[in-house]
Structures are given as C-alpha cells and as structure tokens.
C-alpha cells in the first residue's frame, strides 16, 4: 500500500522539466535523424548506402524498398474511408473471410522460493482462428510445471546453488517457440496458409544479456522455429507493439558520423511516425543487422541446411493512436515468395501483412488474436496461490517435507 501519495505526487512535480524533456526531446533529435535518412534517399541508392557503412555493423540496412519507396513510406489509403470502427471491421471481415490467423502467447509463475521445494510454472495458449462463417476457432492451453533440477543452478566447482527465477522465463520461450513450430506443421497443407503471430522479435539479440548457454537456447529455439517455417512455406510474423528500437538510427548515424556521432540516438518510432499519416500504414522494409548474434541462427531442419544471419527484414507500422509503432520482423523469403492465388499482395509478405492490417482493425490498435493468446494465457496471483496449496497437499501426503520458509510464513500471517 502506497503509505505517502502526496510525497510522490510533490516529486513527481518537481520533476517537471525532467520528464517534459524526456517526452519532448527525442522528437527534436528525431527531426534531425529525419532529414538525414530523407536526404541520403534522395541522393544514394540502397547498395550505395551498404558500400559506406560496410564494416560498421550498422543495425539495419536498406533493402530495395528504399530505392522505389517515395517517402519511404507506404500508406493505407482505404483506411481514410473507414467511418467507424464498425466499417474497419467490415473492412477486416472481408480481408479475413477464410484466412486463417494463429497466434501463440505464454505466461509463467516464477518458482515458488516461498517453499523449501522451487517450482515454476508455465503456460502456453494457441488460438486458431478460422475465419469462417460458422466461426471455426480452436484454443488449446499447454500448462508445464518445471522442476528444481531445472531452476536450481550452481557453479561450476559446486561450491554454491541458488534459485534463478529467470529459468521460467527461458523455459516459456523455448515452450513458446515449440508451441509455434507444431501448428506450422500442423497446418502446413492449409490452403490458403495461415499467418502466424509470434509476439516478439524474431532476432534474439536480447538473449545477449544471458549467459552463453541460455544465450544459445534462445538461438536454437528460435533458428529451428525460422527453418519450419520456410521449410513449410508458412508466413512467420515477430510482432513487437510499441517499438523503442533504434536501429534504423544507428544506420542514420553511421552513414553520417561527423553530424551525428555527438548525438544520442533517436528512436525509430519517432524518425517515422510522422511519415506514417494513415492507418495501416506502413514504412520501407530493412534488412535486421542488430549485432552478431545473427549469425548464430542456422540449424538443419527435415535434413536441409538454413542460414538466417541475413534474412531477416522489419517494417514499422502505424497501427494505434498516437506515435508509438509497432515493429513487424519476418523472413526474406516471404518478401521473395508469391502471394498465394486469389489472395491479397503479390508476395507472401504483403499477403501476410495485410491478414496482420486486418486484425490490428477487429483489435482497434492490437491484433485481436494475441489479446486472444495473451488474456488465455496470462498466470496471476490466484493461480500462484492454487500452485503452493497443491505442493503443500502434495506434501502432506508423500514422504518428503514440503514447508514454508521462514520470512513467507510471517509475512502470509500479517497481511
């Protein structure tokens, strides 16, 4: 219970100026980054600007797009004729009539250190909707509980062991990712094919911040979910709301390093947002340079070699309110693939992104079939509760203690 709302309301006043330049300050920066990247479209082509920043590991690089994208933008005009969310939804129902979209979400419970016996949980939702007029969906839920021998860890001379609560978390990505994998399989001969929504980035650069291990299960599970997914020929989509990369800014700022280097770097949202200036719309494609980590991600899927340290692309889309984007990952080679007959787009790409425009449009702002994973999915409090109380039944009846720590138990007594 917050004890003092009037002292934090007196700071947050006082921190006034602080917080009015942090929500300010990065448009101005943005501004500048703007006119930089406008201006080096007008003057370079897309391999003239790989030649100057070759060898500075650039976090992005122009794709084609940038040389046939007026504004580097493509805008969604139909949407400026939507005259309530009820006609987008018309809009998105035709879009969808038959198309499948999956969307996979997780949620978990962190191990329960308030025993003397840790264990996580987690849990895995699908949620498969048809599109058909009899409303075909399915849902299914996968709940894992992961045991101490997995979130136990100790060091290398066995001196010492603790509980790394951030196993759950490594545990429901791997979960996640293998969830994802099966209904491409599962689906793989679906005409027309489905697309799927992973809510999060396809490039794993963030597992850096593990250890090398976890670090490597991250690539691996990811590497083997981009091989099914091109070996099977279905649309992949990372889906990452509200983006705050910087990506296409450090390529800004690499291409231009003595107006820039003094700088800090400006998010792509805002380079962007005031490009984007309909719905739905959305910017060029680039190529995903984001550190090294991606050439980590190659494995042999079904006997065949792939290698995705080059073929990952990302766009920003404007599918909320505001200047916030969202950030859309996807492999190269639904950029290079037909769309399929009779289907919206001439390639798999803007087949699948106009399947993701509609479902932001039933969602007002966020794909309605991760809501649908995601409220499906989501652990809370009660559920952590309902999991101690079966441990402690759990103990009661085997041959194995099962106690509170000391500090729960006094704290469970006073609140």
């Not at 039944?393 to 194995?400: I, Q, S, Y």
């Amino acid at each position: 219970m917050l004890q003092d709302p009037g002292a934090v309301s007196n700071q947050l006043e006082g921190l006034h100026d602080d917080l009015a330049e942090f929500a300010t300050g990065d448009r101005s920066l943005a501004d500048v980054y703007r006119d930089a990247l406008l201006e080096e479209q007008e003057a370079s082509s897309a391999q003239e600007v790989r030649e100057v920043v070759s060898g500075t590991y650039a976090d992005a690089l122009p794709t084609t797009e940038f040389d046939s994208m007026d504004g580097l933008t493509v805008p969604f005009e139909t949407a400026t004729e939507w005259t309530s969310h009820e006609s987008a939804g018309r809009w998105a129902s035709d879009v969808l009539d038959g198309l499948p979209t999956v969307a996979v979400d997780g949620s978990e419970l962190e191990p329960t250190t308030e025993l003397n016996i840790p264990v996580a949980l987690v849990q895995v939702v699908s949620y498969v909707n048809h599109h058909t007029a009899d409303g075909e969906y399915s849902l299914e839920a996968e709940t894992t509980v992961v045991p101490p021998d997995e979130i136990v860890v100790g060091s290398d001379d066995h001196s010492y062991s603790y509980v790394d609560e951030s196993q759950a978390q490594h545990a429901r990505f791997e979960r996640e990712t293998e969830t994802v994998k099966n209904q491409i399989k599962e689906y793989a001969s679906h005409q027309p094919p489905p697309v799927i929504l992973f809510d999060g980035s396809l490039s794993v650069s963030y597992a850096n911040l593990f250890d090398d291990k976890t670090t490597q299960r991250y690539v691996d599970a990811m590497a083997e979910l981009l091989a099914a997914s091109r070996a099977h020929g279905v649309p992949l989509v990372g889906y990452i709301a509200g983006s705050q990369s910087s990506d296409v800014a450090d390529l800004i700022r690499k291409l231009q390093p003595g107006a820039l280097n003094e700088t800090g770097l400006a998010r792509d949202a805002a380079i962007f947002s005031p490009l984007l200036e309909t719905w739905g719309s959305r910017t060029a494609l680039f190529q995903s340079q984001r550190d090294r980590s991606l050439q980590q991600l190659q494995t042999t899927y079904q006997g065949e070699e792939y290698k995705f340290g080059d073929r990952l692309r990302f766009t920003y889309a404007d599918f909320g309110e505001g200047s916030s984007l969202d950030r859309l990952e996807v492999p190269q080679w639904m950029i290079e693939e037909d769309a399929p007959v009779g289907w919206p787009g001439e390639t798999m790409f803007e087949y699948a992104f106009r399947a993701v425009q509609a479902e932001a449009a039933v969602g007002q702002g966020y794909p309605e079939a991760i809501q649908v994973a995601d409220r499906e999915a989501v652990l809370t409090g009660s559920d952590r509760d309902k999991l101690l109380r079966m441990l402690l039944r759990l103990g009661e009846d085997a041959e194995f203690p099962v106690e509170w720590n000391p500090k729960d138990r006094s704290k469970r007594r006073r609140r």
